[in-house]
C-alpha cells in the first residue's frame, strides 16, 4: 500500500489577515489556506499514531474474543436443541440470546482484526469506526429477538406446552457453567472497547437467563407449573432489551459525532484562552471520537500579533492531551479575522466562540 507522502515544513510566519492551518496527523492534498505546519509525520501514521499502547490490548482481547465466541457458538446449537427436545422456551430464549453473543462475538473479532488495517487515501482514518457499526447493529438485533421472544412467551402463557424439567435443569446447569467460563475470558479484554462491553453485557444477561432456567426447573420438577418457563423467558427478553439500549445509545452516539463524554467544547476553549500564552480567542471548537479509543478535536487559534505559531501550537496540543486526553488535534492557526466568518452557516453553540 502506498504511503502517502510526508510533508515538508514551513518556517516563515504569514502576513497580517492570513492564516495557517496547523495539523498534528493529517495530509492533504491543498487547502484554501496560506501556509501550513505540520507535526514530523506522514499521514500513513494517522491510522495508527499515538495508540501504540492499545496494540497489546487489542491482540490479547482479540484473542479472547475468538476463543468466546467460538465456545459459545458450540453451546448455542447444544442448548437449541436442547430447547427443542425438553419444550422448553426458556431454553430456546436464552440460545436465541447466546447466538446474538456469537454474532457479536464473532463480528467484534473481526472488528478489532480490520481496526489495526492502517490508513490509507480513501480511508483517512482507518478501519476503526468498523467495530461502532458492528456494536450498532449488534444492538438492534438484539431488539428484534427480544421482541420475538416476547409474542412466543405470550403464546406460551395462553396455551401452556409441557416441558421436561430435569433435561431443562442439566442444559441450564451446562450454561451457567460456559457463561462463568466466557465472562472470565472476557474480563481480562479490553473494558474501554465497545465491543468488549458489549459481550460482557450479553454475556451477564446469558448468565442471569441460565440462573432463571436452572430456578425455573426446579420449580417445574416440585410443582408441575409450566408456565413459569414463558415468564422466565420474559425476564429474559427485558434483560435484552436493557442491553440492547445501552449498546445502540452508546455506539450512536458515536455515529452520530458525538462529543465524547466528560469533554465540554466551550470549557476547552475557555480553558486554552486562560491557559495558552498569546491566544486571544478559541472558536470553530468541534470534538468526536473516530472510536471509544481515538477522541478527535479541530478548533482555531487566534493568537496576538508577534507570537510564535509552531510555539502555540505545541502548547495548544500539550494542554488538550494533558488536561483532556485528546492527543489527535487539528489547530488552525489565525492572526486577524477567521476566514470562515463570512460564511452563512451557523454552527451549534459553543462551536463559534
Known amino acids: 500500500m502506498d504511503r502517502p507522502p510526508e510533508h515538508s515544513q514551513s518556517q516563515s510566519h504569514p502576513k497580517a489577515g492570513e492564516t495557517a492551518h496547523v495539523h498534528d496527523e493529517h495530509g492533504h ?4 489556506h496560506d501556509e501550513h505546519w505540520h507535526d514530523e509525520h506522514g499521514h500513513a501514521a494517522h491510522g495508527r499514531g499515538g495508540h ?6 487489542a491482540g490479547l482481547s482479540e484473542r479472547r474474543l475468538g476463543l468466546a465466541a467460538l465456545i459459545t457458538g458450540c453451546f448455542m446449537a447444544a442448548e437449541f436443541a436442547g430447547g427443542l427436545v425438553s419444550g422448553s422456551l426458556a431454553l430456546i430464549a436464552d440460545a436465541g440470546h447466546m447466538l446474538t453473543d456469537c454474532a457479536g462475538l464473532a463480528l467484534a473479532w473481526l472488528g478489532l482484526r480490520l481496526s489495526r488495517r492502517p490508513a490509507d487515501w480513501k480511508r483517512t ?4 469506526r468498523f467495530g461502532i457499526l458492528v456494536a450498532y447493529s449488534n444492538g438492534l438485533l438484539l431488539f428484534l429477538v427480544a421482541g420475538w421472544i416476547v409474542l412466543e412467551a405470550v403464546d406460551r402463557i395462553a396455551t401452556p406446552a409441557p416441558v421436561l424439567g430435569g433435561m431443562m435443569l442439566w442444559i441450564a446447569a451446562a450454561g451457567l457453567a460456559v457463561n462463568c467460563a466466557v465472562l472470565w475470558m472476557l474480563h481480562g479484554g479490553d473494558q474501554h472497547n465497545l465491543n468488549i462491553r458489549a459481550a460482557v453485557l450479553h454475556v451477564l ?8 432456567a436452572i430456578v425455573a426447573a426446579l420449580v417445574i420438577l416440585s410443582t408441575g407449573w409450566t408456565v413459569v418457563d414463558p415468564v422466565l423467558s420474559v425476564v429474559v427478553s427485558l434483560l435484552i432489551l436493557v442491553s440492547a439500549w445501552r449498546l445502540v445509545r452508546d455506539s450512536g452516539h458515536i455515529l452520530l459525532e458525538g462529543t465524547p463524554e466528560g469533554v465540554d467544547a466551550k470549557a476547552v476553549a475557555a480553558d486554552l484562552m486562560r ?3 498569546g491566544v486571544l480567542n478559541v472558536h470553530h471548537v468541534h470534538v468526536w471520537s473516530l472510536s471509544q479509543e481515538r477522541p478527535v478535536v479541530t478548533l482555531h487559534v487566534r493568537i496576538a500579533e508577534g507570537t510564535p505559531a509552531p510555539a502555540t501550537v505545541r502548547s495548544v496540543k500539550e494542554r488538550l492531551k494533558a488536561e483532556y486526553g485528546l492527543d489527535h488535534a487539528t489547530v488552525e492557526i489565525e492572526f486577524e479575522d477567521c476566514a470562515d466568518h463570512a460564511s452563512t452557516r451557523v454552527g451549534p453553540p459553543g462551536h463559534s466562540l
Not at 52 to 57: I, K, L
Open 29 to 32: 492534498d491543498e487547502h484554501g
Open 52 to 57: 501504540g499502547r492499545h496494540d497489546h490490548t
Open 125 to 128: 482514518y482507518g478501519y476503526d
Open 205 to 212: 444477561g446469558d448468565l442471569l437467563g441460565s440462573v432463571g
Open 275 to 277: 491557559s495558552v500564552p
